[in-house]
């Protein structure tokens, strides 16, 4: 596509349940970013994408966070027990290479756990 | 770990006048990268500096890479409404290879 393309725009869910964000990256794209950004506050790196693999996890904040990548192009971002202090945007990037490219972001995803 | 750290935090400027925000990174980088982000809206890539010293123009706006790769500026001339919004700089990790490492941003407002 012409961009970064995350669904759903917006998310309103009860705490303790489970959701699922997705993100498609720009055509060509091999590396993909998911960043979450607190209300005023900078960005917060989760976890990249190389291709299908995920090189680096350390940014996702416990275990109820988990994300996956399929077929080099759509991206999946999955809190498990959704919790208050969940609530956020989840912005996805996406760049031709990894190392020191460009990248663009998506909207971003808000997320609001009730 | 690396750190990129950006002041101001905030920057109130009057419309029509100038100022700078900086980035410093505790450790050398092969490139540096600004994005701003409106109120409301996603980080948008303004541009990327690679060679030490460099010096780029965007119209109204200057970026600078210091000479030893550690430090950017960003200077903004007769500031105006459309300046509004947070301005970011990022430069690639290196306590992980392909990650881009953002500093915390400088909001800036302008007052008409």
């Known amino acids: 596509g012409a961009g970064v393309s995350q669904s759903p725009s917006n998310k309103v869910t009860e705490k303790g349940k489970d959701v699922e964000l997705r993100c498609d990256p720009i055509?060509?794209?091999?590396?993909l970013y998911w960043y979450r950004q607190s209300l005023g506050q900078g960005l917060e790196f989760l976890i990249y994408?190389?291709?299908?693999?995920?090189?680096?996890k350390s940014g996702l904040p416990s275990d109820r966070f988990s994300a996956e990548r399929t077929g080099g192009s759509v991206s999946t971002l999955t809190i498990q027990r959704t919790q208050q202090e969940d609530s956020a945007v989840y912005l996805c990037?996406?760049?031709?290479?990894?190392?020191?490219?460009?990248?663009?972001f998506g909207e971003g995803s808000w997320l609001t756990v009730v | 770990g690396q750190q990129v750290m950006q002041i101001p935090q905030y920057q109130h400027v009057q419309e029509g006048e100038d100022f700078t925000t900086y980035c410093n990174s505790s450790?050398?980088?092969?490139?540096i990268q600004w994005y701003k982000q409106r109120p409301g809206g996603h980080p948008v890539f303004l541009i990327q500096?690679?060679?030490?010293?460099e010096v780029k123009k965007q119209k109204r706006l200057t970026f600078q890479f210091g000479e030893a790769k550690k430090n950017s500026s960003l200077h903004i001339t007769a500031t105006q409404t459309t300046d509004v919004g947070t301005y970011f700089c990022?430069?690639?990790?290196?306590?992980?290879?392909?990650?881009?490492?953002f500093g915390a941003g400088t909001q800036v407002v302008v007052t008409p």
């Open positions: 990022a430069g690639p990790s290196t306590d992980s290879w392909g990650k881009l490492q």
């Open positions: 994408f190389q291709g299908n693999s995920a090189p680096d």
């Open positions: 500096l690679v060679k030490s010293g």
């Open positions: 055509s060509g794209h091999t590396a």
């Open positions: 450790t050398t980088l092969s490139n």
């Open positions: 990037a996406s760049s031709l290479e990894v190392s020191g490219n460009t990248i663009y």
